[in-house]
């Protein structure tokens, strides 16, 4: 699934071995895109959950990630208390091939003046300091928000691809942010968002 690698110029190099869209940012700041399961992903050392604010399970990403996780991860999550919207709570991570689990709760889409962007990026920026609290390096992410919650990925995705960009930089032991991403759209709306974000980030 080579779509391009793209480095912090405008280089484009497609013959990346593995995956994935690809934007180095210097300062050990990486962002790399991927097509398919989250639950597959062994290259992080933490996989983001998508998941509501009783951290009890559901459908879409979170259904999976139970699944293949296995029963002791809702045992786990019982003991939690919930998380707010906005928020991320962190957990081992059972079956899957990834040392913990951090679930977040991503804002229902209500038509964009409900704080939507605001949490949104929270949700993203509190994964990635658990991720530098927790010693994960790696952390893949899916698309939260633009299943069952609504979001219009085209909206999401540069809000994402921002707000794991500045808190990188704020937690430098994270060296790379994972964006998973389950079909074809989220993956084209990712890799525009990534190559938009060329042109802000620099003064
Ligand atoms: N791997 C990667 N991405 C996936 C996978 C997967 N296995 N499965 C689905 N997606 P959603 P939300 C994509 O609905 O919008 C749950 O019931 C999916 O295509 O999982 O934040 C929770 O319990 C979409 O692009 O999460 C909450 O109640 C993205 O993941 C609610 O849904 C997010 O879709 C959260 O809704």
Redesign the pocket.
């Known amino acids: 699934m080579v779509v391009y690698r793209r480095t912090g110029s405008d280089e484009i190099d497609s013959s990346a071995p593995t995956s994935t869209g690809h934007r180095g940012y210097g300062l050990g700041v990486e962002i790399t895109l991927h097509l ?4 597959q992903d062994a290259q992080a050392d933490a996989i983001v959950n ?3 604010e009783s951290l009890l ?9 139970h699944r293949a996780a296995g029963p002791g991860l809702l045992e786990e999550c019982r003991a939690l208390g919930g998380c707010l919207t906005g928020e991320a709570k962190i957990t081992g991570a059972h079956r899957l091939p990834v040392a913990r689990i951090i679930h977040t ?2 804002p229902i889409w209500r038509g964009g003046g409900h704080g939507e962007p605001g949490l949104l990026d929270s949700c993203h920026r509190r994964s990635v300091q658990l991720a530098a609290e927790h010693g994960c390096a790696r952390v893949s992410f ?10 219009p ?1 085209e909206l999401a995705a540069p809000v994402a691809i921002r707000a794991v960009r500045e808190a990188m930089v704020e937690h430098p032991s994270v060296v790379e942010v994972r964006f ?4 074809q759209p ?1 993956y084209e709306a990712f890799a525009a968002a990534l190559r938009t974000d060329t042109a802000t980030e620099r003064p």
């Open positions: 398919g399961d989250i639950t998508a998941a509501n399970g559901g459908g879409g990403v979170d259904g999976a990630i709760v991503g899916p698309a939260i928000s633009t299943g069952v919650f609504g979001y990925v998973c991403l389950f079909e989220a």
